[in-house]
């Protein structure tokens, strides 16, 4: 399974950006896995953003995304999004994707595969 995040760049606080997490594999099918988000900034450890489920499509968030985040799947095109609406300076991270058999969870430690991450600047 591979997964490649693309979409971040530098944006302006109150600003907007979608990433998206393509992945890709022989035989795979987007269905199957958990897909999450998380994120690393600089000098802090790495944390969840959001998830979401492969059976139901229920989601997730962290507290600080709740309202201004939305994890969103198609699995036709075997990609996941991440719309980020009202950025904030304390959004600036690597963002990574994930994807786990084992379903939906926070837990970075339940996700099989990870991709290479996208930068996300926020600053004026």
């Known amino acids: 399974v591979q997964l490649q995040a693309s979409g971040g760049g530098l944006v302006q606080p109150g600003g907007s950006l979608r990433l998206s997490c393509a992945a890709s594999g022989f035989g795979f099918r987007l269905e199957h896995y958990a897909i999450a988000w998380f994120r690393q900034a600089p000098g802090k450890e790495r944390e969840g953003v959001s998830c979401?489920?492969?059976?139901?499509?229920?989601?997730h968030y962290a507290d600080p995304e709740k309202g201004r985040f939305t994890i969103s799947r198609d699995n036709t095109k075997s990609t996941v999004y991440l719309q980020m609406n009202s950025l904030k300076p304390e959004d600036t991270a690597i963002y990574y994707c994930?994807?786990?058999?084992?379903?939906?969870?926070?837990?970075?430690?339940?996700?099989?595969?990870w991709g290479q991450g996208t930068l996300v600047t926020v600053s004026s």
């Open positions: 994930a994807a786990s058999t084992g379903g939906i969870s926070r837990n970075e430690y339940e996700y099989n595969y």
């Open positions: 979401i489920s492969n059976n139901d499509g229920s989601a």
